[in-house]
């Protein structure tokens, strides 16, 4: 098992910024990816930013979605076991809950975001005003 528990979510006014942390603990041999997904009320599950932390490949790969590319950054601090997402320049259609996961994929042929994720976190609240 994999157990993610995320931390830093609040509310901010439109143009601010916020970092979420999320520490990961468990058997860290069953993920090779580490994410981030959010859900905004009435709206499915989008990803947001993922990076490849894996042995093999080019660790610190990372992917965005296009609504976040050249605000948010995906991070990770190998020695405190955590990822981070910097999010700059928020708007209030940024406003979700904010998941941490944790996945285990192969070779793939699309971006990870666009696949199924293996572990989950309870989520943090990011809510930005206009």
């Known amino acids: 098992q994999v157990q993610l528990v995320e931390s830093g979510g609040g509310s901010v006014q439109a143009g601010g910024s916020l970092r979420l942390s999320c520490i990961v603990s468990?058997?860290?041999?069953?993920?090779?990816?580490l994410g981030w997904f959010r859900q905004a009320p009435g709206k499915g599950r989008e990803g947001v930013a993922a990076i490849y932390v894996g042995v093999g490949g080019v660790s610190g790969t990372t992917s965005y979605a296009e609504s976040v590319k050249g605000r948010f950054t995906i991070s990770q601090d190998n020695a405190k076991n955590t990822v981070y997402l910097q999010m700059n320049g928020l708007k209030p259609e940024d406003t979700a809950m904010y998941y941490c996961?944790?996945?285990?994929?192969?070779?793939?042929?699309?971006?990870?975001?666009?696949?199924?994720?293996?572990?989950w976190g309870q989520g943090a609240q990011v809510t930005v005003s206009s």
């Open positions: 468990g058997y860290t041999y069953r993920h090779n990816y």
């Open positions: 996961a944790a996945a285990l994929f192969g070779p793939l042929s699309h971006g990870p975001l666009d696949y199924a994720w293996d572990y």
